[in-house]
């Protein structure tokens, strides 16, 4: 009974501890904004590991540099979609991250380019990625019309 208890206490404190990030720092922040914003994040993996480092920090100007980045590698690297599927199911922080930076704030055409990659070409072993990806491209575009932007 004891040993039982014991694993409930260390199961609670271990989901209470998972809720409670700690805040972007000064520091943090620069170096995100740097990554977001320099253009280097070409790949999922460099994107994974950015996210891994300063999830926390993203917000304003560094939410808009990861979906730029998200933007870029979806519209000129969709083959690479698979290491997209892979790392999403690893860690699932990571692929609503990703969907979440499929956003308003690109650019219409590359909303376009993806919504349509998504619906038109997809892999059959990555359907419900595709559709993901499609629907969240759809719904920005659809806000961006709701604001009268073209």
């Known amino acids: 009974m004891y040993r039982f208890a014991t694993a409930i206490v260390v199961l609670f404190s271990a989901c209470i501890a998972c809720g409670h990030e700690h805040p972007c720092t000064a520091a943090e922040a620069q170096r995100a904004e740097a990554e977001a914003l320099a ?4 790949t999922w993996d460099s994107l994974h590991n950015s996210y891994t480092a300063y999830r926390q920090c993203d917000d304003g100007v560094i939410a808009e540099g990861y ?3 998200v933007a870029r590698i979806l519209v000129d690297h969709w083959s690479t979609l698979p290491r ?3 790392l999403g199911r690893k860690d699932t922080g990571f692929r609503r991250f990703v969907l979440a930076h499929i956003d308003a704030t690109l650019d219409v055409k590359d909303l376009k ?4 990659k998504g619906n038109a070409q ?3 072993a990555l359907r419900v990625v595709c559709a993901e990806v499609a629907k969240q491209a759809d719904a920005a575009l659809k806000e961006d019309a709701s604001l009268g932007i073209k």
């Open 67 to 69: 979906s730029e980045s």
């Open 122 to 124: 997809c892999p059959s």
């Open 39 to 42: 253009e280097t994040l070409h």
């Open 84 to 86: 997209l599927a892979y």
């Open 113 to 116: 380019k993806v919504r349509a």
